[in-house]
């Protein structure tokens, strides 16, 4: 069983940056397809990005696309987040998860284990 803890979260100015890392342990990521989601306030938790186990293939939610990067460092048992040109709609609470699965996953019931979460606050 892998846990996941993030980090990086916090409260940033409109236009301003963000890195999210997730932290794994118990299991070695590397055989792991890893993700990103956030909840906002009363909205039900959305993909925002995904990664391949190699970090080979990616995918971003349209509204992230081109202002966010998913990477990992397989090494380090980590999955970063950066986010770039951030907006108030930004603002949520951002989860990692991971699934063993050398395919890329973008739909939240095919994870299986989740993170605390991080909160990301986007001040207009």
């Known amino acids: 069983q892998v846990q996941l803890v993030e980090s990086g979260g916090g409260l940033v100015q409109t236009g301003g940056s963000l890195r999210l890392s997730c932290a794994a342990s118990?299991?070695?990521?590397?055989?792991?397809?890893m993700g990103w989601f956030r909840q906002a306030p009363g909205k039900e938790r959305d993909f925002v990005a995904a990664?391949?186990?190699?970090?080979?293939?990616?995918d971003y939610a349209d509204a992230v696309k081109g202002r966010f990067t998913i990477s990992r460092d397989n090494a380090k048992n980590t999955v970063y987040l950066q986010m770039n040109s951030l907006k108030p709609e930004d603002t949520a609470v951002y989860y990692c998860?991971?699934?063993?699965?050398?395919?890329?996953?973008?739909?939240?019931?095919?994870?299986?284990?989740w993170g605390q979460g991080t909160q990301v606050t986007v001040s207009s």
């Open positions: 998860a991971a699934e063993p699965s050398y395919n890329l996953v973008v739909t939240i019931g095919n994870y299986d284990y």
């Open positions: 118990g299991r070695t990521l590397s055989t792991y397809a």
């Open positions: 990664i391949n186990w190699s970090g080979s293939s990616t």
